[in-house]
């Protein structure tokens, strides 16, 4: 082995840091609300079509499609309530099909629109 | 995505309107624009000037603003075009131009005899790549004997050094580094190219949240840490 080689594996060599690229890209995220359900899925739904995306629901169970194809196909959301009491519920948002930085941009936008509804953010819920 | 007013000019001092950098360089005005809000991020993390200065590029690379490195000063002096001892949003694109996939192969090469001529004589001298191997070794936190240092450093310049003068020229060092291609890998940084990453660190970076985490700190912590420097 050479001295140069030895010598780049120093850290302070690696500019890949300033990108903290280390960062896992998650494909799914949660929150909790203290909305009823319905509330909950007619929100999602009233915030996703101007987003250009196409609504499916069946029981409490929501597939949003964006109509128009990204860089990876059509990103295609799975959204999921579970009721975990009463007046307690988590909603599940999933990432099913495309670009997963499409996902965080379309979950950044509908998390915007979903205010009033969310009570705790994921990471919230992970502080101790 | 993002929009240069003269608001950015005024508080981001030395600072050029992106589409007059997209030009100059293999950056398209979106990954500019991108690489803005990175810059923003890094200069505003120890003091709010507009401007990155050591502790700052300490703090981005190693997540330590005290953590002093040969090598991260090295670079840090490069980008510091000006010799102001800070780096401006110009000299942050311009240098990192250099890291992109799509740069200048003679670029690279020039940049990296650059960083390794620490006093900058226009040669690495023997001395210089011993400081710089010793640098590493206690960084890794690794030990070799002298002897050892020496049979590395002799094994090196046997190959690199071809008068044999015990120093490496930029015609010598582009032989080498054209017969060792490997050296160039820290060179390029192959996510520069793709824009989307770049706004995908800055959603990351635009969350409360994870402002929490960059600095260590619960909620209770980061109260503390207003209260104490009011940003």
Known sequence: MNAFELISMSKGLNLGNLFDVEQEFKRETRFTSKCPANEIIHKIEEAAKPLGFDVHKKNYKLRLENMKAGRKGNLNVATEIFQVAPSLHMVEVRKAKGDTLEFHKFYKNLSTCLEDVVWKTEEDMQEK | MGCFSSKARRQFPGHEDPVSLASQTAFTVSEVEALFELYKSISSSVIDDGLINKEEFQLAIFKN?????????????????????????????????????????????????????????????????????????????????????????????????????????????????????????????????????????????????????????SMQGYYYYISKFCI
């Open chain 2, 65 to 217: 603003r005290k953590k002093e490195n040969l090598f991260a000063n090295r670079i840090f002096d490069l980008f510091d075009v000006k010799r102001k001892g800070v780096i401006d949003f110009s000299d942050f694109v311009r240098s990192l131009n250099v890291f992109h996939p799509n740069a200048q192969l003679e670029d690279k090469i020039d940049f990296s005899f650059k960083l390794y001529d620490l006093d900058s004589t226009g040669f690495i001298e023997r001395q210089e790549v011993k400081q710089m191997l010793i640098a590493l070794l206690c960084e890794s936190e690794m030990k070799l004997a002298d002897e050892t240092i020496e049979l590395i450093l002799d094994k090196t310049f046997l190959e690199a050094d071809v008068n044999q003068d015990g120093k490496i020229d930029k015609y010598e060092w582009n032989n080498f580094v054209s017969k060792n291609p490997s050296l160039l890998k820290i060179m390029t940084l192959p996510y520069l190219r793709y824009g989307t990453s770049l706004f995908y660190f800055i959603y990351r970076c635009d969350s409360f949240i994870n402002l929490l985490k960059f600095y260590d700190l």
